[in-house]
Structures are given as C-alpha cells and as structure tokens.
C-alpha cells in the first residue's frame, strides 16, 4: 500500500513538473489582457530602431494613436496599449464581441493600420510607403512584440526582429 501512495506522489509530482505554465515569464500580461496565445509568428522587419526610441517614445505613439481614436464620433473598436519594462509590447485588444477572433482578422487589422502607417511622414520622406508595414513601423520605435486579441478567447502574437 505504501509503494502505491510513493508511486502515485511521484507520478503527481512529475505530472505537475511537466506541466505547461499558465504563461512564461516573458510573458505575464497573458491571463490578465488577453488569454494565452493560440498562435504566434515571427516578423523578419526591413527596418531598423530608429535613434531615441525609448520607453517615453512608444507611450508617446500609443498616447497619440488612443487620442485619435476617441476623438472619433463613435466607441473605439480597440483598446491599445504598451507594457513591458521599456513599454516594448504592444497589445490590441478588441472591445467588441465577435471581432478579432481569428489569426486571419487579426492580420486583416494589421492590413488595414499599414494602409494608415504608409501616409505618415517618416514613410513618406524616406520613400518607403510602398514597402515598409505598420509591423516595420513598430519595429523603427522599438516595439518588439504585438499581441492581438479578442478580449475572450483568442490571442495572436507577433515576435518583431
């Protein structure tokens, strides 16, 4: 009886060691913005980190885009934000029901902020509205990593090189 209770602690103890973790340490915003990431991808950018980008720099853009999207006349579809020590994660979080549930939405969303992203000036000047994404963009002010999700269900994130 006693080799059967050793056994089964052991084979508890190893179940719980070999456990996935709820969430890396790299990433403790899962569970608390967004549920685990059900897909993730790597983006190779053609860009580099411009000079000066800090932490002040990146919550200085998500300030400015979050002011231009309540500025609308309607409930802004995403709530955006940066966290990290240095405010290098971006995360994208849907307000709504039912949107940005897939891999596929989530990436239509990116689409549709690099249509954007191509008419700002630092595209513009250097030529390069017609090749640089809104990852690349992302990528010049330092962000390393974006998470996108549905609030519920889904999270995507995004690895910036």
Same mark, same amino acid.
């Given at each position: 009886m006693r080799t059967l209770s050793i056994a089964a602690g052991l084979a508890l103890w190893l179940a719980l060691a070999l456990w996935p973790a709820p969430s890396?340490? $790299?990433?403790r915003h899962a569970g608390y913005y967004y549920p685990l990431p059900s897909s993730n991808e790597v983006y190779k950018s053609r860009a580099r980190t411009l000079d000066g980008m800090d932490?002040?720099?990146r919550i200085a853009f998500v300030v400015s885009v979050v002011e231009q999207m309540n500025e609308k006349p309607y409930p802004?579809?995403?709530?955006?934000? $940066?966290?990290g020590e240095d405010a290098e994660k971006l995360i994208m979080v849907s307000n709504f029901e039912g949107r940005l549930n897939t891999v596929f939405r989530a990436r239509a969303?990116?689409?549709s902020l690099t249509s954007v992203a191509r008419t700002t000036p630092i595209f513009v000047q250097n030529?390069?509205?017609?090749i640089l994404t809104f990852l690349d963009l992302l990528k010049m002010l330092g962000f390393n990593l974006v998470t996108i999700s549905d609030g519920e269900l889904f999270a995507h994130q995004i690895k910036i090189q």
């Open positions: 890396s340490a $790299a990433d932490r002040r720099a802004p579809g995403l709530s955006f934000f $940066a966290k969303l990116l689409a030529k390069v509205e017609d």
